[in-house]
């Protein structure tokens, strides 16, 4: 008996990678039905279930198309980078939505006709009316990774601020659900709306029942990119391990006693980094042995870590099996502090470096977080960007950066994981923001604080640095700092790029 999936087809059409795919429901025209997929190359392509080649491409997106949703009558809602969602019918772009002001990540068709929903990286949701913006939501502390139908007044939403929420169309949020501890990254419904299941950052797919969670699922994963709940209500998974997997309730659909072992034996083969926040605060030194785990757990999916020979070892309940499953091991949890470690925390991320910028005397004092595997001309362009700065400024911040960190760098990258779509480092709720108020020098680096624009580049003189030139003692036998980044003799290809802005510098 085959319990498994079968490929059909390798469907090829993108020249980048592919972000997202939609099944438009069957029509007179096409029995079957049709697959939408959305790629890097701001492409949609239209394949029918038969054909590994597409039977159309949709251009008009400026950026990547990072989601898709279905409609009646064949209509195609989209949702890209470029921060404007379009409507389509069948090879025809009839609308584009504008009013967001970063990334739409989410994108649904509601059941009352004309109505849709984006969810974007600005942190908000829209709903729309005929192309016209008729409400948005505002709750969400981060951005807006997934949207769900409950029913023709109601979804759900869930976002990097490791939450979801429940909405009514009128625009009340009506409850907020908490589990996860890192990005949520995808939602579904189960069918008749009996729960829903959200995955994540934090290596779960979870579970929900009347407003609880009612199970955690661990995988052998960081990031369990999405999830889909089939008609029949079993869940599929897909994950940074390049792996799909089903999940069912069904005993007549469940896996062979041999691949769930080969799950589990992969599962407690795994690496859990503590960094993520999963596992809460971990010091090695006061965990129990092995003995810890004769005493059943409270709740399905709670987790327990022991020490074994020096290793630590992470732990979840099973109700249904009535034992403690081995989830994976717990490496570098040595109970170190940013103090101990040398690191400095920033939003509830480990750094070498955190600077403080002013832009001018009266305005705000912004933080640029640093690590010295980091590209100074990369960080320096994110940072403006972030903070809706001048370009202009780039050269500067990039050389106090530089100037800064001594042009410093380590062969090995750093341990954090980041999220690769947006590219920005774990969330870890009731973190610190590391907003507060900054004295004269800056207390981690011991530099000055840095005023682009103003009349010296120079970094005020803190500690032992010379009154005169602001510089550190000469040192005979000090060998020059070698720069890394110039000159470039090869040459440089960029995915994207503003050639008039990179021409006028």
């Not at 079993?234 to 391990?241: C, K, L, Y």
């Not at 070498?352 to 690590?371: A, H, Q, R």
Request: aromatic share 10%; glycine share 10%.
């Amino acid at each position: 008996l085959n319990r498994g999936f079968t490929e059909m087809h390798c469907m090829s059409g993108h020249s980048n990678f592919v972000s997202c795919v939609c099944i438009i429901p069957p029509s007179d025209l096409y029995p079957r039905g049709l697959i939408a997929t959305g790629g890097n190359d701001h492409n949609i392509c239209i394949f029918t279930v038969d054909s590994p080649a597409p039977l159309y491409v949709l251009n008009g997106h400026k950026n990547t198309v990072c989601s898709l949703s279905s409609g009646k009558f064949g209509t195609l809602l989209s949702g890209s980078w470029d921060t404007t969602a379009k409507i389509w019918l069948n090879d025809r772009c009839m609308m584009t939505l504008q009013g967001h002001t970063a990334a739409i990540w989410a994108v649904k068709i509601l059941p009352e006709q004309g109505l849709m929903l984006t969810g974007s990286a600005d942190k908000t949701i829209k709903l729309w009316k005929a192309g016209r913006c008729e409400r948005t939501f505002t709750g969400h502390e981060d951005c807006v990774r997934g949207l769900a139908i409950l029913s023709e007044t109601e979804f759900l939403s869930c976002a990097n601020d490791a939450s979801v929420r429940r909405w009514q169309i009128s625009g009340e949020c009506l409850q907020v659900y908490y589990g996860h501890t890192n990005y949520i990254y995808s939602i579904s419904v189960f069918p008749q709306c009996k729960g829903f299941v959200t995955t994540g950052e934090d290596r779960s797919l979870r579970i929900w029942k009347q407003g609880e969670c009612a199970q955690t699922i661990r995988l052998p994963a960081q990031s369990v990119w999405c999830c889909c709940v089939l008609d029949n209500g079993d869940i599929v998974v897909g994950a940074s391990d390049g792996i799909i997997r089903v999940f069912t309730e069904s005993l007549e659909r469940t896996a062979s006693a041999e691949e769930i072992q080969a799950f589990e034996n992969e599962l407690s083969q795994a690496s859990i980094d503590p960094k993520t926040g999963d596992l809460g605060d971990i010091n090695a030194s006061d965990l129990p042995g092995r003995e810890h785990l004769k005493d059943p757990g409270t709740r399905d999916g709670q987790t327990r870590l022991i020490k074994d020979n020096g290793k630590v070892e992470a732990y979840q309940w099973s109700v249904s099996e009535g034992r403690w499953i081995k989830i994976g091991d717990v490496v570098g949890s040595s109970g170190a502090t940013p103090q101990t470690s040398g690191k400095v925390l920033f939003e509830g991320k480990e750094y070498d470096y955190v600077f403080t910028i002013d832009v001018n005397e009266s305005g705000p004092s912004y933080k640029l977080p640093y690590n010295i595997t980091d590209d100074p001309w990369l960080t320096a362009y994110n940072f403006l960007q972030k903070n809706d700065l001048n370009p202009m400024f780039l050269d500067q911040v990039a050389k106090f950066i530089m100037d800064n960190t001594k042009g410093q760098t380590l062969l090995s990258t750093s341990g954090q994981f980041s999220d690769p779509f947006t590219g920005a480092g774990c969330y870890v709720p009731g973190s610190s923001s590391g907003s507060s108020t900054t004295p004269a020098a800056d207390p981690f680096t011991g530099a000055g604080r840095y005023v682009p624009g103003s009349a010296s580049n120079s970094v005020a003189p803190v500690g032992g640095g010379d009154p005169y030139t602001g510089m550190g003692a000469f040192e005979s036998a000090a060998a020059e700092a070698e720069n890394i980044y110039f000159p470039k003799k090869d040459a440089v290809t960029f995915d994207q790029a503003n050639p008039t802005q990179i021409l006028g510098q």
